[in-house]
């Protein structure tokens, strides 16, 4: 998954001058040590295109250092520091404006995101590494990342698509967020591996990604007029040639560019025609007033009647082998106790069982998984419920399990 990158020498200067407040003491009148509050006081020392982007305007001053590192962000690939840098509201504002002109102008909006955009629903990342971090400052403390709900962004990104606004989502998480905020499957590229996918497991540092993905993220790179970089680290993984791309494009007037958005600086600010530094979260709720979207809340229920929901037993238009036929129809029976086989990816043809149904509805099922030589072992999986609506009205060109009778010689 990785790529070779080199670093182009830059020097990034951060000091800090900690304020204190004196004579403190506690309700007995006894001295206490004062809090050690920390006030930033430099900004960032880049070129105007690293802190800005290409359209950003000679008026905007650089960002504000916020959480200091000394560490790499990403040791081991193509990182800087792990600083992170916030602009001032009033620049802010200014860039969200410009971001919501390029969306609207744009004819075929691609978002690329990492795992910056899935911090503050309390799943952890690689990069952040500031004590003082702000991006996780308001995160809730989860039992387990499966219970991670969408945040302000995950449903902002929905409600763009809704609206014709965004056409494609390549996300590297796994944590089928943009999914539980209403995002539909078939618009959404998990190049890297999902939780929610049986076909699609997560993809180790070392792995290869899913070829069929892999074509899908080159056919929409060369489509994409303009990419959203939200949240990623562009450390040298394969996937970020999306954004790439698009930089590469607009500099010779056949696209509106790239937009990077997050706390800390990548090796690509410079090539980027736009440069937010702030909470993703923030520069979306911004963004949501510019454009005058209505949001979604709550939990994603699929549409495909609440009777067939209920059941768990689906038809959908595919064959028995889970291919779009015309005129050809099967039965997806989800029920607890129910077979269904693997149809792509690593484990293609891996039958499983239906083990029972999770509170928000997705559905656990266990494989039977050819470890290694012909060792088998059983591994529990989860399906996630929104692949329900995009098979039964045919979305996806095939489905990742299908039914198998019990008696089959496979199982």
């Avoid at 008026?59 to 590192?69: F, K």
């Avoid at 696209?255 to 090539?271: F, K, P, R, S």
Wanted: aromatic letters at 6%; a neutral charge.
């Amino acid at each position: 998954m990785a790529q070779k990158g080199k670093l182009r020498p830059t020097e990034t200067r951060v000091t800090h001058e900690l304020m204190v407040e004196e004579n403190m003491s506690d309700s007995k009148g006894t001295p206490t040590k004062p809090p050690e509050i920390m006030i930033p006081t430099d900004r960032l020392k880049a070129t105007h295109a690293e802190t800005h982007g290409s359209l950003g305007l000679r008026s905007w001053g650089a960002p504000w250092c916020t959480a200091a590192s000394d560490e790499d962000a990403r040791p081991g690939y193509a990182t800087r520091k792990a600083n992170e840098y916030q602009d001032e509201p009033a620049v802010l504002s200014e860039k969200v404006a410009l971001l919501a002109s390029l969306i609207r102008k744009s004819r075929s909006c691609v978002v690329y995101s990492g795992a910056g955009i899935s911090t503050s629903s309390g799943i952890n990342d690689y990069a952040t590494r500031a004590s003082n971090s702000s991006a996780k400052a308001d995160a809730p403390h989860l039992r387990s990342p499966f219970n991670a709900s969408p945040t302000k962004s995950h449903r902002v990104l929905a409600a763009l698509q809704k609206k014709g606004h965004l056409k494609y989502w390549i996300q590297q998480n796994h944590d089928g967020l943009p999914q539980k905020a209403g995002y539909p499957q078939h618009l959404l590229n998990e190049i890297h591996g999902a939780w929610y996918d049986p076909s699609n497991p997560v993809v180790p540092m070392s792995g290869e990604l899913r070829q069929d993905l892999f074509q899908d993220l080159l056919e929409w790179e060369g489509k994409a007029d303009l990419c959203l970089s939200l949240g990623t680290s562009m450390c040298g993984m394969n996937a970020d040639r999306v954004a790439i791309s698009a930089a590469s494009k607009a500099k010779k007037g056949n696209a509106l560019g790239l937009v990077i958005v997050g706390l800390q600086q990548t090796q690509y600010d410079g090539e980027s025609q736009l440069r937010i530094f702030a909470k993703l979260d923030d520069v979306f709720d911004l963004l949501s007033q510019e454009l005058n979207l209505e949001l979604s809340e709550g939990v994603y229920i699929p549409d495909v009647g609440p009777a067939a929901y209920d059941s768990s037993v689906f038809e959908v238009p595919y064959n028995s082998d889970g291919e779009q036929v015309t005129g050809e129809k099967s039965i997806l029976d989800l029920r607890e106790d129910s077979r269904v086989k693997l149809t792509s990816g690593p484990h293609a043809g891996a039958f499983g069982e239906v083990v029972s149904r999770c509170r928000e509805g997705h559905y656990r099922i266990r494989f039977n998984l050819l470890i290694k030589g012909k060792f088998r072992a059983p591994h529990q999986m989860k399906l996630g419920n929104w692949w329900v609506e995009a098979m039964v009205k045919g979305l996806v060109p095939n489905m990742p399990v299908v039914s198998v009778p019990r008696d089959d010689p496979g199982l």
